[in-house]
């Protein structure tokens, strides 16, 4: 399945003797989220020393576009999960204390893993709020222009809440072709269902 594209060298001991290959499905831990990544991570081996580097291309594309994903997707959000969309959005913790009009240490503690969760009422207002920021077209652009959001969907969602044994979702992506309005044909993250683990 690997393809070897190109050469390089290896950043560890300057070899020449590596091998760099798109990897066709690797998860990715994204501060505390998992996603699938399909067919455009490049991992680069070094025969010499065994040095492996990982590259993900769009880092900061691959956050917007599975923040949008994650607050469209029904399964309650976990401590780690509210954490990784409060910085998808950069919003420091005591602004977001503010907007839901609660205390700074509530905050702290929907961020852990503790007991106190958010409330579903609570948790629709966070997840449209986070749903605004990325997908504004007027004020910011849209930071995930392939991945769908609608508010009104998130209203009428129904949460289901985490079973005990249960994990966060893993949310998968592939780099797909998109034209955007005034700009040239470009790479960007989308979501994709084929190629399960
Ligand atoms: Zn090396």
Redesign the pocket.
């Known amino acids: 399945m690997d393809r070897e594209t190109k050469l390089d060298i290896?950043?560890?001991?300057?070899?020449t003797?590596?091998k760099t290959y798109t990897l066709p499905y690797y998860v990715e831990n994204l501060h505390g989220i998992r996603i699938g990544i399909n067919d455009c991570v490049i991992k680069t081996a070094?025969?010499?020393?065994?040095?492996e580097v990982i590259s993900i291309p769009d880092i900061n594309g691959l956050v917007s576009a599975a923040a949008v994903a994650r607050i469209m997707h029904t399964t309650k959000l976990n401590g780690s999960e509210i954490k990784f969309l409060r910085k998808a959005i950069k919003l420091p913790s005591k602004d977001f204390a503010k907007i839901m009009g609660i205390r700074p240490e509530t905050v702290s503690r929907w961020e852990g893993s503790g007991e106190q969760q958010i409330g579903y009422s609570e948790e629709k207002i966070f997840r449209i709020l986070v749903g605004n920021k990325l997908k504004n077209e007027l004020q910011e652009g849209d930071k995930a222009p392939a991945v769908e959001y609608d508010y009104m969907t998130i209203i009428k969602m129904v949460i289901n809440p985490i079973r005990p044994s249960g994990n966060a979702p893993l949310l998968k992506f592939a780099r797909v072709k998109m034209k955007l309005k005034n700009q040239k044909i470009q790479d960007i993250w989308d979501e994709s269902e084929f190629k399960a683990a």
């Open positions: 290896c950043t560890k001991c300057n070899s003797h590596v070094c025969y010499l020393c065994k040095e």
